[in-house]
């Protein structure tokens, strides 16, 4: 078509441009005419067709943008439109300008993080005496490390499944998968199952990433309690209810393993978890959630290490059922809403966790078993206020109460100060953009029986590729 | 387990219920589209705005209560290219409600069917918060209100076809009376053709486009990045070689660097409800556009 178009011209503008033709034989010429003619009658089809297509492919265009009717495109067009190329524009920028951007790959988010930290006292010594820990305990390494940067890959899988992994660095350099779950997109009545590891809906923090935190560290009753965070290899189901206020209730079980379960038995779950949330707004300018959560945790011959009277380390372990109730609320205030400029965010959790079982003290070494029975508790509360758009501060306190352990004739053997650990932590964060922050954290830190360290930390977050959503 | 059937069973019936009351019920991300979704469904439905004019759309908690909203809502309606990426994917997602993920009937996006303007060319974070799809405030040419509003209608009618005709109805009724409006304000509005102004944040393109003012300098040194003082001086500077008329910024800016550039340069700052519900004018669609105009023509004396 192209191509014939130029040479069909030409030909006609040879007819009529050579009176030379024109003398000569008339049978020619009448030939010539009706060639000229047939192609003309031809090119006039090809038009034809050529509109035909144009039109189609106008429609088709419209109704991708508009499924429902093609015929309204022309009532989609500008009322009045004086001036305009951009009103007339409607249906072509429809469906093409719809997605996000990313193609069929994954979102990733990489958060680079980096943390400068000087303890007064030596860190590896750390230890919160009268609970019997495991995880993710103390401050973190003295200098620097790259501890809780993360690479978080996610998209939706298909019509029914959400999916997303993220694998973090720790402070001690080690490379862990955080999570790593699918989510189903399409049950109805406001459900939604989460298989996989998954860091558990319990109590407020629990579910977020470190980069997310407002200060650098977990509280101690997170660290004592749950190892840092309590994650888990299993299923989890969530439901929002159909009410006008927020109400979410969900469980889930996970597999032995993780603290506060124990690496034993792996035929039976390790933990099981309950947890119900509810939240509303106050006006325009406050807004609310608490929660209840519940965690069961079978441990099986769940290590921790203690010291002696003499200040040696002790290895021992428990087997037993950890029960841990939790108690969550967040309050955030801004004017009208708007939190770009000021706003205050106060937050406070309550744990509290009887354990029942067995203890076998020394277990390579003298190996004395006998029951074990705790009741203890803790809780921290925070307050965060934004300044400056740019600008925030923050103080938090914890507090720990060993409570009563009874660990029968093994009770003399354990280290059970009376004592209530405790910590104080005031920060300061920049945030040039949504994207970057540094942090100065000092604390004091008196977890440990007899001794204040002082720590200061200096980190930056910074975060990179695809533009994550926070949760509130 | 008989309790908890019976539980199962009562709760079933309870969304029965819900599902066979009238009302279509719409969450609207911006109070623009939530005005808009008024005018085309009268009381056949009924909007949950989830921002204020009050408040940056770019920065919003995903508050319970939105996760609520979003539950128990039929129609999702916001203005997409990305304007809500800070928020909306965490809401749809903890709602667990299927009706309203991305790509069903239930999820419409506004800015999909308008021409995007400032769709930058290259995507690198280095020039502040863009959007990959272009400029997101398409809410500031009537012009775009009118290509929404029509498959917003025909997506109303999708979701509740027992109603089909009010929306279509009541949609050439506004575009009616829209364009009779957008006929006013041109007239107007015609002594802001070719003004020279300064803008807060890029906010107004649209507006600009429209009503063919000139954007000469920006407040912000990048999108979404507070003015700095190094950045308002130079903008300063740069005044001297080419004049403004006025500044221009949305009810939601923190109103601090304007007001330092205004003392100096005793240009007036002209704060546009930007949405409806931006100032006490704003009531409606309309009067957001009469009140718009009228500020702009003040700002000109």
Known sequence: MNRSIPFSATL???????????????????????????????????????????????????????????????????????????????????????????????????????????????????????????????????GFSLGESELTFSATVDPWFYGSMSVALAADNSASVEEAFIQTTSLPAGIGLKAGRFLASVGYQNDKHAHTWDFINAPLAYQVFLGGALAQDGLQLKAVLPTDQFIELGGGIGAAGEYPSGTGNRK????????AHTGGDVGASNSWRAGASMVWAKAYDRPFEDIDSA??????????????????GVWKWSPNGNSTRTSLTLQGEYFRRIESGSLVYDESGQALADSFRSAQSGWYAQAV??????????????????????????????????????RTTLMVDWSPSEFSRVRLQLAQDRARYGLTDNQIMIQYQMSLGSHGAHSF | MKKILQLAAAWL???????????????????????????????????YVATTGLQDPHHIEARPSLVAAARNTQLLVCTGAELEIG???????????????PGRPGNFEAAAFVRKLEVPARLDRGDGDVHAAGNPHIQTDPRNIALVAEPLARRLAELDPANASVYQARSADFLARWKAAIQRWDKEAAPLRGVPVVVQHKAFPYLQQWLGMVEVAVLEPKPGVEPTSAHLSAVLAGLQAKPAKMILRAAYNDGRGAEWLADRTKLPVVVLPFTVGGNEQAKDLFSLFDDTVQRLLKGLR
């Open chain 1, 12 to 142: 006609l503008a040879l007819a009529m441009a050579s009176p030379s033709l024109w003398a000569a034989d008339s049978a020619q010429l009448q030939q010539l005419q009706q060639e000229i003619a047939a192609m003309r009658k031809d090119y006039e089809t090809q038009l034809k067709a050529l509109e035909a297509r144009l039109k189609q492919a106008e429609a088709s265009l419209a109704s991708q943008a508009a499924p429902a009717s093609q015929t309204a495109v022309a009532q989609a067009a500008p009322p009045a439109a004086p001036t305009d190329a951009l009103a007339t524009s409607t249906s072509s920028s429809g469906a093409a300008s719809r997605t996000t951007g990313k193609g069929f790959n994954p979102d990733i988010a990489l958060v680079l993080s980096g943390t400068y930290s000087s303890f007064s006292k030596d860190p590896t010594q750390y230890r919160i005496p009268g609970f019997l820990t495991g995880g993710e305990i103390g401050p973190g390494v003295q």
């Open chain 1, 268 to 275: 039976k779950p390790g933990t099981g978890t309950l947890f």
């Open chain 1, 311 to 328: 200040g040696n380390p002790v290895n021992s372990v428990f087997t037993g059922n950890s029960r841990l109730a939790i108690l969550d």
């Open chain 1, 385 to 422: 206020y934004k300044f400056l758009p740019d600008w925030r501060v923050g103080l938090r306190y914890d507090r720990l109460d060993i409570g009563n352990v009874n660990a029968s004739s093994n009770t003399a053997n354990l280290y059970l100060p009376a004592y209530s650990p405790n």
């Open chain 2, 13 to 47: 019936l309870v969304l029965g219920a819900q599902s066979a009351q009238a009302d279509l019920k719409v969450l609207a991300c911006e109070p623009e589209w939530g005005a808009l979704v008024k005018e085309l469904a009268g009381d056949k439905a009924s909007v």
């Open chain 2, 87 to 101: 928020w909306l994917p965490v809401l749809i997602r903890q709602s667990g409600n299927t009706a309203i993920q």
